[in-house]
């Protein structure tokens, strides 16, 4: 039979054990990768290593501890990915997403409001040098015109010739008698 | 779509009991084979067959005066319809004209009389446009081909020159142009 003492011993062990970051159940181990050319390992090894654990005694009082820990108010351990995330449609930082991965800190934060730089759109415009629109730029529109075309003699007229149908015939027969006059 | 404005309408009447052919607002006329009128355009004098070309053409511009009405100022598409209306009634051909510069050509096409036809066809439009616009023209031939001809519309002068120029062996062409060359550039139908 467990005396108290050795109980209240054991129960504070399990607090601390408790308050000391674990690994994240979502998490993926890394994987090992064998070496071909290493030596085999000892057998026990590993379980040598484990039997020296202080655990032993955890299974001894197991019943026991089960009933003193129901009792104790552990900090809970809520896993972080299982939380509602919103994503941001706007706002998120061109850094952010060029790294690949979200920073979680950042992304639990309200998305920034920056009402003074300008969205991709249509209408939105960027310097023609390709450098980036800073908040204090005011926003303007880039638009591409015709350029002027140079004066140039094309072609050059005595007049704008009328339809012939439509010209009184005798005004047409007297300048063709006066040919060669 | 324009349609021409001259009125075929009843323009040949066939009085088979009297055995009379009448041409609305003429006389009489006779049907006769394009063979004959060919054959006498090859017989004879080329002033013979001026005046029989004088006095068709006297007569289709006449017509046309009294359809248009004596203070009409005709454009140039009303002539083409008019006088071109007579001279497909007559069997003679289709009529256009074209504007080279300012000078001005009558072509006439599918004409049935030939090359043998061509002082015939002068004349007649020479005579025909007296009639109708009170102006006295050389139609001169600038091209004869099986069955079209291209006249010069042009003066006493002009004509001079231009069969001058035919003689030595320049294309009708050329001649239009060494026509334009003398000529002042106050060319009608043009607004400045």
Request: hydrophobic share 40%; glycine share 8%.
């Amino acid at each position: 039979v467990a005396s108290r003492s050795m109980l209240e011993s054991l129960l504070a062990r399990v607090r601390q054990r408790a308050s000391e970051p674990r690994q994240s159940v979502l998490s993926i181990p890394p994987l090992r990768v064998p070496r071909l050319d290493a030596e085999p390992p000892a057998f026990g090894g590993a379980r040598r290593a484990q039997a020296v654990l202080p655990d032993e005694d955890i299974e001894e009082y197991e019943d026991e501890l089960i009933e003193i820990i129901d009792e104790v108010e552990l900090p809970t351990e809520t896993p972080p990915d299982v939380r509602p995330r919103g994503v941001p449609a706007f706002g998120q930082s061109a850094a952010a997403v060029n790294r690949g991965t979200l920073d979680r800190a950042a992304s639990d934060r309200p998305a920034p409001v920056t009402p003074h730089t300008p969205a991709r759109g249509i209408g939105a415009a960027r310097p023609a040098s390709g450098s980036t629109i800073t908040a204090s730029e005011p926003l303007r529109a880039e638009v591409v015109s015709r350029r002027p075309i140079s004066v140039a003699a094309i072609a050059e007229s005595q007049g704008t010739r009328r339809d012939a149908r439509t010209v009184a015939f005798v005004e047409l027969l007297d300048a063709a008698l006066k040919l060669g006059s | 779509m324009d349609t021409s404005s001259f009125d075929p309408t009843r323009a040949v009447v066939f009085d088979l009991n009297r055995g009379q052919v009448a041409l609305s607002g003429g006389g009489s006329v006779l049907l006769v084979p394009t063979q004959a009128i060919t054959e006498l355009c090859g017989e004879l004098e080329p002033a013979s067959v001026r005046q029989l070309g004088v006095s068709f053409g006297k007569q289709a511009g006449a017509r046309v005066r009294a359809r248009l009405g004596a203070s009409a100022v005709p454009s140039l598409e009303v002539i083409v319809d008019q006088l071109g209306g007579e001279l497909a009634l007559a069997g003679l051909g289709s009529l256009a004209i074209e504007r080279w510069g300012q000078a001005l050509v009558v072509r006439i096409e599918n004409c049935p009389l030939g090359p043998q036809g061509q002082e015939l066809m002068s004349a007649y439009i020479e005579s025909a446009l007296y009639a109708v616009v009170a102006r006295e023209v050389i139609a001169l031939g600038l091209e004869r081909k099986s069955q079209s001809f291209r006249l010069l519309l042009c003066g006493k002068a002009a004509s001079v020159r231009v069969k001058g120029f035919l003689s030595s062996g320049g294309s009708w062409g050329d001649a239009l142009v060494a026509l334009h060359q003398t000529a002042t550039h106050d060319v009608p139908g043009a607004r400045v």
